[in-house]
């Protein structure tokens, strides 16, 4: 296998205002990660999943900001991960219509959102499939499309999200299977135990859903004013509380460092007031936050150069890695150029001539591009290695227009074979399109 670093592939859905959940849960321990050594991080803002929950143009707009803004504040660095929009890649598009080709509708039928859907209309009386938009059944399909594209080894997500990677490496498999070929590495769920869900304002778990969030990003005053609203019990100043089951407790760990947790721990046995507790919970929340908001409110005012960021990752990356692999794509799956037709098709009663050298373009697992001119099963000419599957195209054209010679083309004989016998054949090839072009 080829020695590249191991590629590390998440996407964001940009839904609403991050909230601290998101950040202790998702943003902070992905930002981590990214700086590991040895990988190629991936990051993408998830706009076109977002089409299947909201219909709203403001709010995918706003909502794509805002995320875009936290990850950059929270530490993502551009210049080390691949920062970009999925909708920037539209070979994902395309890539998605080639699983959906081999996709198994029976596998989408079961995938657990499109499940719960049907299942609530059916709780409802209502038809199987009211109100689902073929967006939300498409959803695993587009989900696989992402992390294929960049042929991602690994994959860090949330529990929810485990069936849609075996679903992404289901549709890789098959793709394989029918074109004959590695085309895709099979992507890995990465699950982070470690990873603290944190509760909100209420108890409950935080999430838009309940409304009891704490933004990110609200200004200082107000985040006092949420963290001073969270529920706690009625006991007094002096009496002793429990830690079990406190989000006051929960929240502090969250921001805390085990030292500090011990001494909190510590003062709710001793029984110290709510007051003073919720004042210390915002000194630790707040040192943290801090500088990241103040680097959140620059981004957000100049949003043109958020803007920028983004699409210089997609630009660079379809550069790199989409567009090169769509073409092999395209052409293993058969969306090929027709001039490039070597099928011979023989006249009723004349026997069908022998089948003329042909030319083979295909990627090692070094990533780099190849050709190779092969008579049957013999390999008549190989070719050295080509950064870019156009290069290696270019010196295919030029030989068979006669205008390289192979003395002077980056390429040599195959094992046991003249260049004589090289030079014959490409020379009949030569004769052949010629007398194509004629007829
Ligand atoms: N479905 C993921 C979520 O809801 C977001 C997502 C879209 C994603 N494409 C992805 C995650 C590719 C990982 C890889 O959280």
């Given at each position: ?275 003073d507790a919720k004042q210390q919970l ?138 004589e016998t090289v030079q014959a054949a ?14």
């Amino acid at each position: 296998m080829s020695q590249r670093p191991t590629r590390v592939l998440t996407g964001i859905k940009p839904s609403g205002t991050p909230h601290i959940g998101n950040y202790v849960g998702a943003v902070r321990p992905a930002v981590m990660a990214s700086r590991a050594p040895d990988t190629e991080s991936f990051y993408f803002l998830a706009d076109l999943h977002s089409l299947v929950n909201t219909q709203d143009p403001a709010r995918v707009q706003r909502s794509t900001l805002e995320v875009s803004a936290a990850w950059l504040a929270a530490g993502l660095d551009p210049s080390k991960v691949w920062f970009y929009r999925q909708s920037d890649v539209p070979e994902t598009n395309e890539l998605m219509w080639l699983l959906t080709c081999v996709a198994g509708k029976g596998i989408l039928n079961r995938a657990h959102a499109y499940k719960a859907a049907v299942d609530k209309n059916r709780a409802d009386g209502e038809d199987d499939d009211a109100a689902v938009t073929a967006g939300l059944f498409m959803y695993p399909v587009l989900m696989a499309a992402d992390i294929l594209i960049f042929n991602a080894d690994r994959v860090p997500v949330g529990r929810d999200q485990i069936q849609h990677i075996e679903m992404a490496r289901d549709f890789a498999q098959r793709f394989n299977h029918v074109y004959g070929g590695d085309w895709f590495t099979l992507p890995e769920a990465v699950i982070d135990d470690h990873v603290a869900t944190l509760p909100g304002l209420d108890g409950r778990k935080m999430s838009k859903s309940y409304d009891n969030t704490i933004p990110l990003f609200v200004p200082q005053a107000q985040l006092k004013k949420l963290i001073f609203s969270i529920l706690t019990d009625s006991r007094s100043p002096g009496e002793a509380k429990s830690t079990e089951g406190s989000a006051l407790f929960q929240l502090y760990q969250a921001f805390a460092t085990a030292d500090e947790t011990a001494g909190f721990a510590q003062a709710f046995a001793d029984g110290i007031g709510w007051g003073d507790a919720k004042q210390q919970l915002f000194d630790v929340v707040e040192r943290e936050i801090a500088p990241m908001r103040e680097r959140y409110e620059a981004l957000i005012a100049r949003p043109g150069d958020i803007e920028d960021i983004l699409r210089d990752g997609g630009r660079l990356l379809r550069e790199r890695y989409a567009t090169p692999l769509l073409q092999q794509l395209r052409d293993a799956v058969g969306l090929r150029d027709l001039g490039a037709a070597t099928t011979v098709v023989s006249d009723a009663g004349v026997e069908a001539k022998a089948a003329p050298p042909v030319f083979k373009q295909y990627r090692e697992a070094d990533g780099r591009f190849y050709f190779k001119l092969v008579d049957g099963d013999r390999v008549l000419l190989q070719s050295t290695a080509f950064d870019a599957p156009r290069d290696a195209g270019q010196v295919i054209a030029r030989l068979r227009r006669g205008e390289l010679a192979l003395s002077d083309a980056p390429a040599a004989p195959g094992e046991g074979v003249d260049l004589e016998t090289v030079q014959a054949a490409l020379e009949a090839l030569v004769a052949a399109d010629a007398e194509k072009a004629a007829s």
